[in-house]
């Protein structure tokens, strides 16, 4: 059996313990990094409470005449939507929907029907959040003219039709969102 000095026993002691000494400083600095990254994370989200109010404006014209119930449409948010006073929805931003239901105008008078439901949008961080809103309209119903047409011309006065429903571009629908959501600003 061959001994070690001392000296060389407690060179090589020295040699692991330096070695070991730089893996201590990293792994503690890690362990910092990763207790402070949820705190970061923290400080950077805002929660969008259920509820809350916003403003959608139609981009296209919508109309009974052409619409049928579970047409897609487009909307755009009118303007920014702020938490905290930070933008968690920004103005310009694309909102879906789409038609729930749409009568066309009908001999005797009748107007047309159409109705609408807004259904969600996308935050700052591009995440999609529900969102409700409906908006109705009815064109004019002209059963009274009709009836008056009919006494003056006989039959053909109820082959006159009633006006179609329409929502034109630029009209402002109030909107909230429809679930509570975490936006990460």
Known sequence: MHRFPCKKLSALVLLVAMSATPAAPAAALASAQQDAAPAAVAANTVTVPDGTELSVVTIDEITSKTATEGDQLTFKV???????????????????????????SG???????????????????????????????????????????????????????????????????????????KVAL
């Open 107 to 181: 001999r005797m008078g009748k107007g047309g029907a159409l109705s609408i439901r807004i259904l969600s949008t996308t935050t700052v961080d591009n995440q999609k959040i529900k969102l409700r809103a409906s908006k109705g309209k009815e064109g004019d119903d002209k059963t009274g003219t009709t009836v008056a047409l009919a006494v003056l011309f006989g039959p053909l006065g109820f082959l006159k039709k009633g006006k179609d429903a329409k929502i034109k571009p630029g009209t402002k629908i109030r909107a909230y969102t429809d679930e509570e959501k």
């Open 78 to 104: 009118e303007e920014d939507v702020k938490i905290g006073g930070k933008v968690v929805i920004a103005a310009g931003t694309i909102a879906k929907g789409e038609v729930a239901n749409a009568k066309k």
